[in-house]
């Protein structure tokens, strides 16, 4: 069943943020997953305004998730999403 990573986050450090941006597409073969969206300009049209970023990845799976967010390879990139972001919030959630 497919699962879903849903990403949003406040940009402090742009030209940090566009390194991890550079490195963070090619670690997602690891979990064979698909970027569906990635965007600054979200519409909010109902509760909080979404934060700088959102973005939606689609994975074959919660285990598939799990193995590319515990990878070698994104933790290698990890560190410059922290250091451009000090407001993020990142789900996993599982499909119908």
């Known amino acids: 069943m497919s699962a879903y990573l849903v990403v949003a986050l406040d940009i402090d450090d742009p030209d940090v943020f566009r390194q991890y941006q550079r490195g963070v597409v090619r670690t997602f073969k ?4 698909r970027v569906l969206s990635a965007t600054a300009a979200a519409e909010c049209i109902e509760g909080e305004t979404p934060r700088g970023w959102n973005v939606l990845v689609e994975f074959p799976s919660v285990a598939m998730a799990r193995k590319w967010y515990d990878s070698p390879e994104y933790q290698a990139v990890k560190g410059l999403r922290l250091a ?3 407001n993020a919030s990142i789900r996993l959630m599982e499909g119908l």
């Open 30 to 33: 690891v979990g064979e997953g």
């Open 84 to 86: 451009s972001s000090s």
